[in-house]
T-cell receptor, first 114, second 112 residues
Framework: QQQVKQSPQSLIVQKGGISIINCAYE??????FPWYQQFPGKGPALLIA?????SEKKEGRFTISFNKSAKQFSLHIMDSQPGDSATYFC?????????????FGRGTSLIVHP | KAGVTQTPRYLIKTRGQQVTLSCSPI?????VSWYQQTPGQGLQFLFE???????NKGNFPGRFSGRQFSNSRSEMNVSTLELGDSALYLC???????????FGSGTRLTVV
């Protein structure tokens, strides 16, 4: 059972455009929602994260929008740049034994054309 | 500040063999987690260690095991390798297992 559904699987945008990646979750116990960015040959890197008590969080060109009632959250990349071309993973976590173990979405491959 | 170091980077093994992968976390980080990444299943959680104790475990068979040493370095072992074990194995560390995991670059395991 896929607990975190991510779409689209791939995304192509032009330089300067807005990239939008969506995720939906089922488990209402999730209370921490990070986004990771992964470049080829590297491990995922934490990009931005949000907790369900806020509806939006912005860090530079990256914004997370969170809709608790719909159990959905999304990543918006403003003014997309070729250097943003990577695979993006959303995740949802719940505290377990003192840890927040993320359940990952399947990933979105983003290509930004110059 | 050194990141999470995984060794080796690449490994080729034969079915039925066993393999041990190593992870050195960021200095001061006491929580180490392991993940399997494949094109078909994505990123899947294997287990997490904190202060030498396994604190969380994912849904993987007993062939997958791990341990953590007193210096927080961790190893994972896969016994009786199967073709389906071919994957990128990622290690991540954090101060205490809360938010903010830092991943290593992974070990690419190929089983032939």
């Amino acid at each position: 059972q896929q607990q975190v559904k991510q779409s689209p699987q791939s995304l192509i945008v032009q330089k300067g455009g807005i990239s939008i990646i969506n995720c939906a979750y089922e488990n209402t116990a999730f209370d921490y929602f990070p986004w990771y960015q992964q470049f080829p040959g590297k491990g995922p890197a934490l990009l931005i994260a949000i907790r369900p008590d806020v509806s939006e969080k912005k860090e530079g060109r990256f914004t997370i929008s969170f809709n608790k009632s719909a159990k959905q959250f999304s990543l918006h990349i403003m003014d997309s740049q070729p250097g943003d071309s990577a695979t993006y993973f959303c995740a949802a976590s719940v505290a377990s034994g003192g840890s927040y173990i993320p359940t990952f979405g399947r990933g979105t491959s983003l290509i930004v054309h110059p | 500040k050194a990141g999470v170091t995984q060794t080796p980077r690449y490994l080729i093994k034969t079915r039925g063999q066993q393999v041990t992968l190593s992870c050195s976390p960021i200095s001061g980080h006491r929580s180490v987690s392991w993940y399997q990444q494949t094109p078909g299943q994505g990123l899947q959680f294997l287990f997490e260690y904190f202060s030498e104790t396994q604190r969380n475990k994912g849904n993987f068979p007993g062939r997958f095991s791990g341990r953590q040493f007193s210096n927080s370095r961790s190893e994972m072992n896969v016994s009786t390798l199967e073709l389906g074990d071919s994957a990128l194995y990622l290690c991540a560390s954090s101060l205490s297992g809360g938010d903010g995991y830092t991943f290593g670059s992974g070990t690419r395991l190929t089983v032939v």
